[in-house]
């Protein structure tokens, strides 16, 4: 289907387990976030966001991260179901620019 | 479900010929964007438009051009399509008013190929 590349890094977890999604943003002046979710055929649909004078936020069933020390950022999926299974993008918002700027994603393959 | 229509959905094309897609919107949100997507490299800006006749470029903005003439419609067109441009394009939307843009709403994509 549509989108998602072939050679993506690729975490494999089994059902039940939790999962972290790991994204490196580039740039400092950076001011928005935003975890977005790919199933093959679709289009990426949001999960969860979190703005920059935040380090933590939660949703149901996840939580974003962020550490603007380093620049990283983080999604936890609890007690993940096949359903889950897919590839993840992190965007980024450069304060001022009026687009989002994404990582390359990683699938996430569950397992039963 | 963000109304937000693509047109084509597929298209098969040959080298040199113009393609236009088409993005329609229901949610009379101010930001329209166009995205493509290949392979190793996720999501790449390529236009977007924050309001009628209101358009700036992306990062990857070369071969394309794009018109906003209403607030519903965002087209993106390959003036000479080439291999390159084989793709899966993606139109998005957003309500944000702002200089800061929020959460993007995205169409089910087009994929593009060129012979």
């Known amino acids: 289907g549509e989108s998602v590349g072939l050679h993506l890094p690729t975490l494999s977890v089994q059902e039940g387990d939790n999962s972290i999604i790991n994204c490196a943003y580039s740039?400092?002046?950076?001011?928005?976030f935003i975890w977005y979710k790919q199933e093959s055929g679709k289009g990426p649909q949001f999960i969860i966001d979190?703005?920059?004078?935040?380090d933590k936020r939660q949703g149901q069933r996840v939580t974003v991260l962020l550490n603007k020390t380093v620049k990283h950022l983080s999604l936890q999926i609890a007690a993940t179901q096949p359903g889950d299974s897919a590839v993840y993008f992190c965007?980024?918002?450069?304060?001022?620019?009026?687009?989002?700027?994404f990582g390359s994603g990683t699938r996430l393959q569950v397992q039963p | 479900d963000a109304g937000i229509t693509q047109s084509p959905r597929h298209k098969v094309t040959e080298t040199g010929t113009p393609v236009t897609l088409r993005c329609h919107q229901t949610?009379?949100?101010?930001?329209m964007y166009w995205y493509r997507q290949d392979p190793g490299h996720g999501l790449r800006l390529i236009h977007y438009?924050?309001?009628?006749?209101?358009?700036d470029k992306g990062e990857v903005s070369d071969g394309y051009s794009v018109s906003r003439s209403k607030t519903e419609d965002f087209l993106l067109t390959l003036e000479s399509a080439t291999s390159s441009q084989t793709s899966v394009y993606f139109c998005?939307?957003?309500?944000?008013?702002?200089?800061?843009?929020?959460?993007?709403?995205f169409g089910e994509g087009s994929r593009l190929t060129v012979l």
């Open positions: 949610e009379n949100h101010r930001y």
């Open positions: 438009s924050y309001g009628v006749k209101d358009t």
């Open positions: 998005a939307i957003s309500e944000s008013t702002g200089w800061t843009v929020g959460e993007l709403f």
């Open positions: 740039n400092s002046a950076s001011d928005y």
């Open positions: 979190i703005r920059s004078n935040m």
């Open positions: 965007a980024e918002n450069i304060t001022g620019r009026r687009a989002l700027t």
